[in-house]
């Protein structure tokens, strides 16, 4: 970029300089036209080396903006799944189901206390002579709604499956299913939407620089998402910068 700005600095010099050279030789009659010309041509370049500076903050600034209100979304999306599996033990990759949920089921308050009780099997074994055993009870204190818990009065569950900004009409994809680890099947979830469909109206070369962006302050790959299908992990690819994406 400081290649291209150097050398629409040079034009621009190059410019003036025929500007003046024009003005000193050019018959009076041909001056007018051309000058204006010159100026319309200095004026053009000018405007492209400030875009090529202004463009990328512009970009930027715009890009942050957009991601922070689809993370919200994501942060959303996770914390339902998570009340999901806590509730079925597994996760699901329909949001029909995801909303259903968060409008019927409930969180079993339970409390946990040791007690001490006979063991009969060793009470037995030793003739008679009383043997005890520690256990833990769970006790079950009540329920409260999943609705109340993770979002109280607010009913924006209802549409957070829908991307807030960018693409009309472009929702996340969600996907879950099982991962095999060590012989033992884990639940995982993944849910995604592509950097394209939220920067579609930006400028294309940025876009494709941001979709491969690698950096510990950046949002890494082309796509913005939290969960993963490929390993056991329920956080978000955004840095700290956007907020936990734990």
Do not use: C, H
Request: glycine share 6%; aromatic share 10%.
């Amino acid at each position: 970029m400081f290649k291209i700005i150097l050398i629409a600095v040079l034009v621009i010099l190059l410019t003036i300089g025929l500007v003046k050279l024009v003005d000193k030789f050019l018959p009076s009659k041909f001056k007018p036209f051309l000058i204006i010309l010159l100026w319309v041509l200095i004026g053009f370049l000018a405007y492209q080396t400030f875009m090529t500076i202004y463009g990328p903050i512009q970009f930027n600034q715009i890009k942050k903006k957009r991601y922070a209100a689809v993370i919200e979304n994501l942060k959303d999306i996770r914390d339902s799944e998570l009340a999901y599996r806590q509730v079925t033990g597994k996760f699901t990759d329909s949001f029909d189901k995801l909303v259903k949920f968060i409008d019927t089921a409930q969180f079993t308050i339970t409390q946990r206390r040791d007690s001490t009780v006979i063991d009969e099997e060793l009470t037995k074994r030793y003739g008679g002579v009383e043997t005890t055993k520690s256990i833990v009870i769970v006790d079950t204190l009540g329920f409260v709604p999943v609705k109340d818990s993770l979002f109280k009065t607010s009913t924006r569950y209802k549409t957070m499956m829908n991307v807030p900004v960018g693409q009309e009409g472009a929702k996340f994809q969600l996907k879950a299913g099982m991962l095999d680890q060590n012989d033992v099947k884990i639940p995982v979830f993944e849910a995604s939407v592509k950097k394209d469909v939220l920067l579609y109206d930006q400028d294309r070369d940025l876009v494709i620089q941001e979709n491969q962006v690698v950096s510990v302050d950046g949002v890494n790959g082309d796509v913005l998402k939290v969960g993963s299908m490929d390993e056991v992990k329920t956080s978000g690819n955004w840095p700290k910068t956007y907020g936990d994406n734990e």
